[in-house]
């Protein structure tokens, strides 16, 4: 895909939603940390469902360190891996206290040092908090990048690669999110909504899904096929031929006015 395409996919995408944000609810740095930490593998929607409840309890790290690993399974039992997920919460909110002063930092170093924190949490934390230009590449934006032909990579790491080094720069700080929508909402993974898609004209994906009230396409007759031959006609045709290849008979002689009869004829 060209820089002209890519540009005007963002573009597009910006007119449609100029200012797009995290699905994820949350009210400060820290309750957007854990949120995108309890949000590996695990839906948007679910976990918002269980923070509703935790939040209006315990939203720092010092009251999440209180509830204890027990206390806070209670309110995240519902998201999947919630036994790992308690246990690295609680570890991250001690590390805070201890090493940060309760604040969430803003190195990517810093961050991927917290328990439960890899590279695509500490991106989605610099560039939500932080407004830095990162891309976090999840399922979603990983299946949008290669099917349209954005950024194409094998790996979760070659497409964040492709997409900071394709993305215009314009879109950076938002590429992430604009991606992550198309593909939850639009470029979906069993079939993509292609005919409702607004960049498929631009979109280079070979197996796009049919629009179901396009006009059916013409159906060119083929080619007249000379008419198969009859046994009859071919009999005929081998008849003639036979004739026009025979031998000529010698016609018969005219009578000649010499001969006795003609004479007699003459006379008469
Ligand atoms: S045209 Fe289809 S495959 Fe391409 S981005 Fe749109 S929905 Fe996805």
């Given at each position: 895909?060209?820089?002209?395409?890519?540009?005007?996919?963002?573009?597009?995408?910006?007119?449609?939603?100029?200012?797009?944000?995290?699905?994820?609810?949350?009210?400060?740095?820290?309750?957007?940390?854990?949120?995108?930490?309890?949000?590996?593998?695990?839906t948007?929607?679910?976990?918002?469902?269980?923070?509703?409840?935790?939040?209006?309890?315990?939203?720092?790290?010092?009251?999440?360190?209180?509830?204890?690993?027990?206390?806070?399974?209670?309110?995240?039992?519902?998201?999947?891996?919630?036994?790992?997920?308690?246990?690295?919460?609680?570890a991250?909110?001690?590390?805070?206290?201890?090493?940060?002063?309760?604040?969430?930092?803003?190195?990517?170093e810093?961050?991927?040092?917290?328990?439960?924190?890899?590279?695509?949490t500490?991106?989605?934390?610099?560039?939500?908090?932080?407004?830095?230009?990162?891309?976090?590449?999840?399922?979603?934006?990983?299946?949008?990048?290669?099917?349209?032909?954005?950024?194409?990579?094998?790996?979760?790491?070659?497409?964040?690669?492709?997409?900071?080094?394709?993305?215009?720069?314009?879109?950076?700080?938002?590429?992430?999110?604009?991606?992550?929508?198309?593909?939850?909402?639009?470029?979906?993974?069993?079939?993509?909504?292609?005919?409702?898609?607004?960049?498929?004209?631009?979109?280079?994906?070979?197996?796009?899904?049919?629009?179901?009230?396009?006009?059916?396409?013409?159906?060119?007759?083929?080619?007249?096929?000379?008419?198969?031959?009859?046994?009859?006609?071919?009999?005929?045709?081998?008849?003639?031929?036979?004739?026009?290849?025979?031998?000529?008979?010698?016609?018969?002689?005219?009578?000649?006015?010499?001969?006795p009869?003609?004479?007699?004829?003459?006379?008469?």
């Amino acid at each position: 895909m060209n820089t002209a395409k890519r540009t005007e996919i963002f573009r597009r995408w910006r007119e449609a939603n100029p200012h797009p944000e995290s699905e994820l609810e949350y009210g400060s740095h820290f309750e957007l940390l854990v949120s995108v930490i309890l949000s590996a593998q695990a839906t948007d929607k679910g976990v918002n469902a269980a923070t509703a409840k935790l939040y209006p309890v315990a939203n720092t790290p010092e009251t999440i360190l209180a509830l204890g690993e027990e206390g806070l399974a209670k309110y995240i039992q519902t998201i999947g891996l919630w036994r790992a997920k308690a246990k690295n919460v609680i570890a991250t909110c001690r590390l805070l206290i201890e090493k940060h002063g309760g604040r969430v930092p803003n190195t990517r170093e810093e961050l991927q040092a917290l328990p439960g924190v890899g590279r695509k949490t500490a991106n989605v934390v610099l560039n939500v908090a932080f407004g830095e230009h990162t891309i976090a590449v999840d399922t979603h934006n990983f299946r949008v990048a290669n099917r349209t032909g954005i950024a194409p990579g094998k790996t979760v790491e070659a497409v964040e690669r492709a997409l900071m080094k394709f993305v215009p720069k314009e879109f950076l700080l938002h590429a992430h999110h604009w991606l992550i929508l198309h593909g939850r909402y639009v470029c979906k993974a069993p079939k993509p909504d292609c005919p409702n898609c607004n960049i498929s004209d631009l979109c280079e994906y070979k197996h796009k899904t049919p629009d179901p009230l396009a006009e059916p396409k013409p159906k060119i007759p083929p080619k007249e096929a000379p008419a198969k031959m009859t046994i009859a006609k071919k009999a005929v045709v081998t008849k003639t031929a036979a004739k026009s290849t025979a031998p000529k008979k010698p016609a018969p002689k005219k009578a000649s006015a010499k001969t006795p009869a003609a004479k007699r004829a003459k006379a008469r």
